[in-house]
């Protein structure tokens, strides 16, 4: 049989906390760059108008509240046909939709 001492249990100890806050930090720091890829990095000379997406977005049925610039996006709240509020964030070169959602709160 094998037995570890008091000591050896200990030091095993030390290894495995020191391995996982390793691994969170390594999980932690990957995550970083995947949020960032959400920001749009157009050069401004490539932006279309704003007044070309609202055009877009009252097409599909949206009444547009405001457009505006974020993380080099053009960030967008509309009601829908429905009447519910909608945020969303558009390239501004290509006026593909990025994201979505419900307007539930200001963070994006």
């Not at 100890?13 to 995947?34: H, M, N, Y």
């Not at 547009?64 to 390239?91: E, F, H, M, P, W």
């Amino acid at each position: 049989m094998f037995y570890l001492s008091a000591g050896r249990a200990e030091e095993s100890d030390k290894v495995k906390s020191t391995w996982l806050a390793g691994c969170l930090l390594a999980v932690c720091l990957a995550a970083g760059p995947a949020a960032a890829d959400r920001d749009c990095t157009v050069p401004l000379a490539d932006w279309q108008p704003r007044d070309v997406l609202q055009k877009k977005l009252e097409a599909e049925g949206w009444t547009v509240l405001s457009i505006r610039s974020d993380d080099g996006c053009y960030k967008v709240r509309a009601t829908n046909g429905q009447g519910a509020r909608l945020r969303a964030k558009y390239n501004p070169a290509s006026l593909e939709r990025i994201r979505h959602g419900r307007d539930d709160n200001d963070d994006d």
